[in-house]
C-alpha cells in the first residue's frame, strides 16, 4: 500500500502535473457504506470505432476514496481506496451544448482495512474496481461533467471471502 501510495503521489504531484487534464469528484452509497472520491484524470487522445457520428474515447482516472460503513451489525470502519482505471467514453464526435454519453470501466483499487463492517469482508488488499455510467457534458468548453456510476468492487475470487460491494455514485469532473 505505502508503494502505492508513493507512486500516486509522484503522479498526481510530479513534474508532468501540466498534463493533467481534469480532477472528479464523486459521492455515493451502497450496501450500508457512503463514499467519497477524488481524482485526477488525463485524456488518452485516441478515437475508437469512429466511423459514424458517435465515437469512443478514453482517459486514465487516478483516485483516492474513503469508504465509511454504516451498519448496525456494528464494527463499522473507514476503508481508504487507492484506484487506477482506464475510462472508456461512448459519445457523439459532434458535441451539442448539452451532450450525452455513456462510460465504461475496469481498473484495479488497494484498500485498507479489508472490511467495512462485521459481515461484508473484501479477502485482501488488491480489488477490482468497475463501473458503468451515463452522463452529460455541459459549459462553454464542454468543462463540466456530470454523470451517474454503478460501480462494483470485488477481488473476483483470488482470496475468500469475496464478498465484493456495489455503489450508486454521483460523479462531477471539471476539465481543464
Not at 470505432?49 to 476514496?65: F, N
Request: charged share 15%.
Amino acid at each position: 500500500m505505502k508503494k502505492l501510495s508513493g507512486f500516486l503521489f509522484a503522479l498526481l504531484f510530479g513534474g508532468n502535473v501540466y498534463a493533467l487534464d481534469g480532477v472528479s469528484l464523486e459521492l455515493g452509497n451502497g450496501q450500508q457504506t457512503d463514499i467519497l472520491r477524488v481524482g485526477a484524470l488525463w485524456n488518452m487522445n485516441q478515437s475508437w470505432l469512429s466511423d459514424g457520428d458517435w465515437h469512443v474515447t478514453g482517459y486514465w482516472e487516478v483516485s483516492a476514496a474513503k469508504w465509511q460503513g454504516r451498519s448496525s451489525v456494528g464494527n463499522n470502519q473507514t476503508i481508504t481506496d487507492l484506484g487506477v482505471t482506464p475510462v472508456f467514453r461512448f459519445s457523439p464526435k459532434v458535441l451539442s451544448p448539452i451532450s450525452p454519453y455513456l462510460e465504461g470501466a475496469i481498473g484495479v483499487h488497494l484498500i485498507s482495512p479489508t472490511f467495512i463492517y462485521d459481515n461484508r469482508h473484501f479477502g485482501g488488499a488488491f480489488q477490482f474496481g468497475d463501473h458503468l455510467g451515463a452522463g452529460l457534458l455541459f459549459g462553454e468548453r464542454h468543462q463540466y461533467d456530470l454523470a451517474y456510476r454503478f460501480q462494483h468492487l470485488s477481488n473476483a475470487g483470488l482470496k475468500q471471502p469475496n464478498q465484493g460491494i456495489n455503489l450508486n455514485e454521483i460523479h462531477f469532473a471539471y476539465h481543464f
